[in-house]
């Protein structure tokens, strides 16, 4: 299940529901822990595959690759550029770029009709009013 609020827009007044994450973040062991659950790892295996996944992830796109893990979507580095821009293709350089990003696109499938999936999302997930603070 997932929880939502009732929230209103300040720009039309207008309320809408918003993604409320109530329960805490999942942290690293518990993903460990349900992985070793799921497979023939250990809990501290699936941790260390877990916590070396950053850096692979970093080697990965430093060398110019998006990663893409299967299930489970790609990233990639974006760049921000600020300023005015140059006239030229030719005055283009590095120095422009003032930010980088990390953009992630989860993984996607098609069913009847061209109707997208994202592998992340439950179709069938159950939302629920939060009655939190």
């Known amino acids: 299940m997932a929880f939502y609020k009732k929230i209103q827009q300040k720009i039309n007044g207008k309320w809408y529901p918003q993604a409320v994450t109530a329960a805490g973040t999942m942290t690293t062991d518990e993903v460990a822990e349900r992985l ?4 023939t790892l250990t809990p501290g295996d699936a941790y260390a595959v877990l916590k070396n996944l ?3 992830l970093t080697e990965g796109m430093s060398a110019g ?12 580095y974006t ?5 005015e821009g140059v006239d030229s293709p030719e005055e283009v350089n590095p120095s422009q770029i003032t930010g980088i990003h990390i953009r992630f696109t989860p993984e996607r499938s098609y069913g009847a009709g061209r109707q997208c999936h994202r592998k992340l999302v439950d179709g069938s997930i159950q939302w629920i ?4 603070l």
Not at 36 to 39: H, L, N, R, V
Not at 66 to 76: H, S
Not at 129 to 132: A, I, K, R
């Open 36 to 39: 070793s659950e799921m497979s």
């Open 79 to 83: 760049c921000v550029a600020r300023g």
């Open 65 to 76: 690759r998006a990663v893409k893990l299967d299930g489970l979507g790609t990233f990639r």
């Open 129 to 132: 009013e939060w009655g939190g």
């Open 54 to 56: 950053a850096h692979v």
